[in-house]
C-alpha cells in the first residue's frame, strides 16, 4: 500500500477547488432550502453508519453524502431569509482569513511560535480600537491593549478572573465567598455560567430587575442600590456587566453613570457590545459608549456584525497586567529569550487556553477588502433595513414595536387585542389572562412562520410578554428579503386568526 | 457608490480559488522558507500602517502584502522540517472540514440552531470512541458522550468544574478552600491554570515530584501518599489528571493503577492524552490507555496527531450530567421544543462557551477521506520515523537518549562527557558542574539547529537536564528531512565544538 500523502499540494488544489465549487453554489442556491432546518431529533445517526469507515472514500462520495444527509440538517445562518437570534456575519474576506489561518495552521500561543500572528493581532486591535474612538488606554498605543478570543464568553471570564484576583489580593484569598458580581436581567447568561465557574458564591450573584418603562436598561441608582446593600452586609463588590446592546431587545445600559457608580466602590466594569459594538464604527452610533473611558474592559463580537465569520471575540483591556497575574503560566519548555525580553506579547497569557488560531488574518482581510467608508455603509444598511422593516409592522394595527428599535433588532408582537377575540372565551371564563393569550397566540405565530422554511426568526420573553424578534445582519440579507419576511409574517398571521377564529 | 455585497457567490469563487492556489503554492514551497521565523519582536508594526484602511483594496494586493510582509513572521508549523513542541497535524480533509465549517458559519450552541453540528458531533465521537475502545460507558451509544472543543486546556477547565461541583455538592460550598488537586511535575500547565480560574486554593495544588529512574511518571504511591497526608490534614482529594504522553518527554502515567488509588476516594480522573490518543488507535499501542474504564473523563487533540487541522479537542466522559449540572445555562431567547423534548444534546452546556464551531465537519472528513486503516498506518509512519532518528542518534557517541521514546517524539542531548573539555576549566575552578556545561551548550545547540532556519526543534528540562526535542508528525515530513534533520543537528555540534575547542 501506499502511504497517503494528506497534504499532498497537487490533491489538496483539485479538492480545495472542489469545495470553493461547493460552497459558492452553496451561496448560490442558499435562499431555496428551509432557513430552519425540519429534520427531527436523531435523523443523522439513522443515516450513518454506527462505525467509522476502515478504507477511504472518494472525495465525490463524501460531497455527495453531505449534500444529501447533512444540508438537510443545516440551520442556514448565511441564508438572506435568516432573522434569527443575532447574524452570525459571513464574508469573502472572513472566509479568505480562516482558510490562511486553517493553512497555515500554526498555534500561536507565544510570540516566537509565530510572530506575525501575535503582531498582527496586536495591529488590528488597535486598527479597531482607533475606529470605534475606544480612548488610547485601551490600546497597545497606549499602556492596554487588545486580544483576540473565540467568544464573548471567554472574554467575560478571563475578565471575571482577573477582576476577582485583583479585589482577592487586596482582601486576602479566603474571602472568596464575599465578592458579588452584579448585571441585570437582561445580561448575557455568559457572566453568570462565568460567575458560576469562577467560585462566585451563588448567593452573590446579583441580577437587578430591569423594566419596560426604562426600556429594560440597567440603571445606575439600582446598581448603586444593590451595591450599598452588599457593603453593608459585609460582602465586596468586585464586577459589574454593562450591555450595549442586550440579547433579548438590544437595550443600552447606560455605560458613563454606571461607571460612576462602579468608580466609588472600585468595581471592575466590563462592558459587552457582543452586539451592538461593531456598529460603533459609525461617528452616530458612538456615542452609545461614551463612558467607556470608566470601563475596565470592553468586548464586542466581530463574528456578530464585522463580517469575520465564526469565531471571532475582540477584547479589549485598560490594564493587560491584570489579566496577565490571573492566566500566565510557566512551562519550561516554552521558555525563550523573545519571552524573556519581555519586549513581546505572549497571547497565551491573556486567555484560558493555550493553544491559539490566527484569528488576526480575518480581521485584516476585513479591514483591507471592505475599507471602514464602506463598512460603515454596510451595517448602517442593516439599519435601514430594520427601519423599513419597523414601518412595516407599524403600518399593521394588529402589530406593536414591543420596544424603541436600537439598530438592526426588530422587537414586535401582535398585541393583546388583535387577538382578544380568540382567547376572550377564555379569559371570560377567568382561566386565563388576556397577556397570556397574546403570548400563546405570538408563540404560535412564530411556530408558523418558522415551520414555513422561508424565514427564521427568534423570540424573547422580556417583562413576561412574549415578542419576536427580527434580527436583520445576515450578508445576503436585502430589502426585498426583509419585505418578503414580513408578507409571510402577515400570510401566517391570517391564517391563524382565521383558524382560532 | 455601490453597497458591498461581502458575500457575492460569484467574488467568493474567485477570490477562493486564488487562495486555494495560494496555499497549495504555499505548500508546494514551504521547504524553502526558513522553518523558525528569523524576525526581530515589532517586525510588523514598522510595516504597517498604524490606521485601518478607508478604502476597499484588491486581493491581489493584500496577497502581495501577505506574501512580503506576512509570511516572513511566520512559523511554518506545516514544514516537513517541523519537529517542535508537537506537531500541529494539517490535511487535505481537515482543511476542507474547516473550509465547510466557515462556509456555513453557523453557530450550533443547541440542537435546534443546527441539527446536524450536534449530530455529526454524536456520531463522530462514538466512532473514534470505538476505534480507541473506549468503554462503552464513555459513548453515547452507552451512557457516557463526547464532544468536540477548542483545546485541552477547555477539556479540563470543564471536567475540573464538574468535579469541583460534584464535590462540594456533597460537602457543601463553603468548603472549596478544601479541594486538592493532584498533578505531577510533568503535567501540562493547563491543570494548574484551570485550578487556579476555578477557586482551588493555591496551597491546595499538589504538584508529585517524578523521577528519572521511573521516566518521569506519576507514581500510584506517591499519589496514594499525597492524598492520605491530605486526608489527615483534613483537605478533600478532587481531581487527579493522568498524563498519557507529556508535554516535555511523551511519559506515560500508569492509568490503570492510579485509577485503584482514586477510587479509593472518589477522586475525578482525568486521562489527558492531548498528544498520544490518537495513536492509541493502533492496537500495539492500545494497552497504554488500559485502566481507563476507572478514568471518569478522557481527552486528546485531534490537531496534534490526527490531522484535523487546529483546534480540536475530543472530550468524553461517562457521565455527561455532571458537565451539564456544572455549564447549563437558561435563557429565553433560546428555549425550543426540541431542548424541552430532553431527546436531543445541546452541546452549550457541555463547555464553557455559548457559541460554537461545526468542528465534527472536519473529523467526519478525516475518517472518510482517509480511513482508519490508513490512519494507522500514517501515525505508525511516524513512529518509524522516529525510531530512525533514535537510531541516528544512537550511533552519534556524543549524544544520548535521554528518555526512552514512546511514539515519535525523541528526546537527546550531548552527553556531559562529550563537552567536558570546553566545560573543563570552569569545572575545575569549582565555577560550575558539568551537568550545567552540558545543559550551556545543548541549549547553545539548539539556538544553532534553529537560527539555520533549515530545522526547528524545541527543548525541555527535565530533572535539571536540558534536551532537545525532534517531534516528527507534521503531516509533510518525510524520512529523507528526518535524516536532514539529524545532518544538521551533527553540523551545527561539529561547528559549536570546534569553536569552543
Same mark, same amino acid.
Given at each position: 500500500m501506499n502511504m497517503m500523502?494528506?497534504?499532498?499540494?497537487?490533491?489538496?488544489?483539485?479538492?480545495?477547488?472542489?469545495?470553493?465549487?461547493?460552497?459558492?453554489?452553496?451561496?448560490?442556491?442558499?435562499?431555496?432550502?428551509?432557513?430552519?432546518?425540519? $429534520?427531527?431529533?436523531?435523523?443523522?445517526? @439513522?443515516?450513518?453508519?454506527?462505525?467509522a469507515p476502515l478504507n477511504p472514500e472518494p472525495i465525490e462520495t463524501i460531497l455527495q453524502d453531505l449534500q444529501q444527509h447533512i444540508l438537510?440538517?443545516?440551520?442556514? =445562518?448565511?441564508?438572506?431569509?435568516?432573522?434569527?437570534?443575532?447574524?452570525?456575519?459571513?464574508?469573502?474576506?472572513?472566509?479568505?482569513?480562516?482558510?490562511?489561518?486553517?493553512?497555515?495552521?500554526?498555534?500561536?500561543?507565544?510570540? $516566537?511560535?509565530?510572530?506575525?500572528?501575535?503582531?498582527?493581532?496586536?495591529?488590528?486591535?488597535? =486598527?479597531?480600537?482607533?475606529?470605534?474612538?475606544?480612548?488610547?488606554?485601551?490600546l497597545f498605543s497606549g499602556c492596554g491593549g487588545g486580544v483576540l478570543l473565540g467568544t464573548t464568553c471567554e472574554a467575560i471570564l478571563v475578565t471575571?478572573?482577573?477582576?476577582? &484576583?485583583?479585589?482577592?489580593?487586596?482582601?486576602?484569598?479566603?474571602?472568596?465567598?464575599?465578592? $458579588?458580581?452584579?448585571?441585570?436581567?437582561?445580561?448575557?447568561?455568559?457572566?453568570?455560567?462565568?460567575?458560576?465557574?469562577?467560585?462566585?458564591?451563588?448567593?452573590?450573584?446579583? $441580577?437587578? @430587575?430591569?423594566?419596560k418603562s426604562t426600556s429594560f436598561t440597567l440603571l445606575p441608582e439600582s446598581l448603586l442600590?444593590?451595591?450599598?446593600?452588599?457593603?453593608?452586609?459585609?460582602?465586596?463588590?468586585?464586577?459589574?456587566?454593562?450591555?450595549?446592546?442586550?440579547?433579548?431587545?438590544?437595550?443600552?445600559?447606560?455605560?458613563?453613570?454606571?461607571?460612576?457608580?462602579?468608580?466609588?466602590?472600585?468595581?471592575?466594569?466590563?462592558? &459587552?457590545?457582543?452586539?451592538a459594538g461593531s456598529v460603533c464604527i459609525c461617528p452616530e452610533f458612538r456615542h452609545l459608549i461614551d463612558g467607556v473611558e470608566g470601563a475596565n474592559s470592553f468586548s464586542l463580537n466581530a463574528h456578530k456584525w464585522f463580517l469575520t465569520n465564526l469565531d471571532c471575540c475582540c477584547l479589549w483591556v485598560k490594564d493587560p497586567t491584570s489579566l496577565i497575574k490571573s492566566l500566565s503560566t510557566h512551562s519550561v519548555y516554552l521558555e525563550n529569550s523573545a519571552s524573556d525580553s519581555k519586549q513581546v506579547v505572549d497571547y497565551k497569557d491573556w486567555q484560558i487556553t493555550l493553544s491559539r488560531r490566527f484569528r488576526a488574518l480575518k480581521v485584516w482581510l476585513v479591514f483591507r477588502s471592505y475599507g471602514v467608508a464602506n463598512l460603515r455603509s454596510f451595517l448602517r444598511s442593516h439599519v435601514e433595513m430594520a427601519k423599513a422593516f419597523e414601518e412595516l409592522v407599524k403600518q399593521d394595527k394588529r402589530f406593536e414595536i414591543f420596544v424603541p428599535r436600537n439598530f438592526a433588532l426588530v422587537c414586535f408582537r401582535l398585541i393583546p387585542s388583535a387577538v382578544a377575540k380568540i382567547g376572550n372565551g377564555r379569559v371570560q371564563n377567568g382561566h386565563i389572562k388576556a397577556e397570556d393569550v397574546a403570548n400563546e397566540i405570538n408563540r404560535k405565530l412564530l411556530d408558523s412562520i418558522n415551520g414555513s422554511g422561508t424565514v427564521y426568526m427568534t423570540h424573547a420573553i422580556v417583562g413576561g410578554v412574549y415578542v419576536i424578534r427580527c434580527a436583520i445582519g445576515a450578508s445576503l440579507t436585502e430589502k426585498k428579503h426583509v419585505i418578503k419576511a414580513w408578507k409571510v409574517v402577515q400570510e401566517r398571521t391570517d391564517a391563524i386568526l382565521k383558524q382560532l377564529d
Amino acid at each position: 500500500m501506499n502511504m497517503m500523502k494528506p497534504l499532498d499540494p497537487t490533491e489538496f488544489r483539485r479538492q480545495g477547488h472542489m469545495m470553493i465549487d461547493f460552497l459558492a453554489d452553496y451561496y448560490e442556491n442558499i435562499a431555496k432550502y428551509p432557513v430552519l432546518s425540519q $429534520v427531527e431529533p436523531g435523523y443523522l445517526r @439513522k443515516l450513518m453508519p454506527s462505525f467509522a469507515p476502515l478504507n477511504p472514500e472518494p472525495i465525490e462520495t463524501i460531497l455527495q453524502d453531505l449534500q444529501q444527509h447533512i444540508l438537510p440538517g443545516i440551520t442556514h =445562518w448565511q441564508s438572506p431569509n435568516y432573522f434569527a437570534y443575532f447574524p452570525s456575519s459571513g464574508s469573502t474576506a472572513g472566509f479568505l482569513g480562516e482558510m490562511l489561518s486553517t493553512g497555515f495552521n500554526l498555534v500561536g500561543f507565544n510570540w $516566537v511560535s509565530s510572530p506575525a500572528a501575535t503582531e498582527l493581532e496586536g495591529v488590528v486591535m488597535d =486598527w479597531l480600537g482607533q475606529v470605534l474612538k475606544l480612548p488610547k488606554d485601551f490600546l497597545f498605543s497606549g499602556c492596554g491593549g487588545g486580544v483576540l478570543l473565540g467568544t464573548t464568553c471567554e472574554a467575560i471570564l478571563v475578565t471575571l478572573v482577573a477582576a476577582r &484576583d485583583q479585589m482577592l489580593s487586596k482582601i486576602g484569598r479566603e474571602n472568596i465567598g464575599k465578592l $458579588v458580581v452584579y448585571v441585570s436581567d437582561q445580561t448575557h447568561c455568559a457572566v453568570q455560567k462565568a460567575a458560576h465557574v469562577i467560585g462566585i458564591h451563588p448567593t452573590c450573584f446579583r $441580577v437587578i @430587575k430591569t423594566l419596560k418603562s426604562t426600556s429594560f436598561t440597567l440603571l445606575p441608582e439600582s446598581l448603586l442600590s444593590a451595591v450599598r446593600t452588599d457593603v453593608r452586609k459585609g460582602l465586596v463588590p468586585c464586577y459589574v456587566c454593562v450591555t450595549v446592546g442586550t440579547t433579548s431587545t438590544t437595550a443600552i445600559d447606560p455605560l458613563g453613570p454606571l461607571c460612576k457608580v462602579a468608580k466609588e466602590y472600585a468595581i471592575w466594569v466590563h462592558v &459587552d457590545a457582543a452586539y451592538a459594538g461593531s456598529v460603533c464604527i459609525c461617528p452616530e452610533f458612538r456615542h452609545l459608549i461614551d463612558g467607556v473611558e470608566g470601563a475596565n474592559s470592553f468586548s464586542l463580537n466581530a463574528h456578530k456584525w464585522f463580517l469575520t465569520n465564526l469565531d471571532c471575540c475582540c477584547l479589549w483591556v485598560k490594564d493587560p497586567t491584570s489579566l496577565i497575574k490571573s492566566l500566565s503560566t510557566h512551562s519550561v519548555y516554552l521558555e525563550n529569550s523573545a519571552s524573556d525580553s519581555k519586549q513581546v506579547v505572549d497571547y497565551k497569557d491573556w486567555q484560558i487556553t493555550l493553544s491559539r488560531r490566527f484569528r488576526a488574518l480575518k480581521v485584516w482581510l476585513v479591514f483591507r477588502s471592505y475599507g471602514v467608508a464602506n463598512l460603515r455603509s454596510f451595517l448602517r444598511s442593516h439599519v435601514e433595513m430594520a427601519k423599513a422593516f419597523e414601518e412595516l409592522v407599524k403600518q399593521d394595527k394588529r402589530f406593536e414595536i414591543f420596544v424603541p428599535r436600537n439598530f438592526a433588532l426588530v422587537c414586535f408582537r401582535l398585541i393583546p387585542s388583535a387577538v382578544a377575540k380568540i382567547g376572550n372565551g377564555r379569559v371570560q371564563n377567568g382561566h386565563i389572562k388576556a397577556e397570556d393569550v397574546a403570548n400563546e397566540i405570538n408563540r404560535k405565530l412564530l411556530d408558523s412562520i418558522n415551520g414555513s422554511g422561508t424565514v427564521y426568526m427568534t423570540h424573547a420573553i422580556v417583562g413576561g410578554v412574549y415578542v419576536i424578534r427580527c434580527a436583520i445582519g445576515a450578508s445576503l440579507t436585502e430589502k426585498k428579503h426583509v419585505i418578503k419576511a414580513w408578507k409571510v409574517v402577515q400570510e401566517r398571521t391570517d391564517a391563524i386568526l382565521k383558524q382560532l377564529d
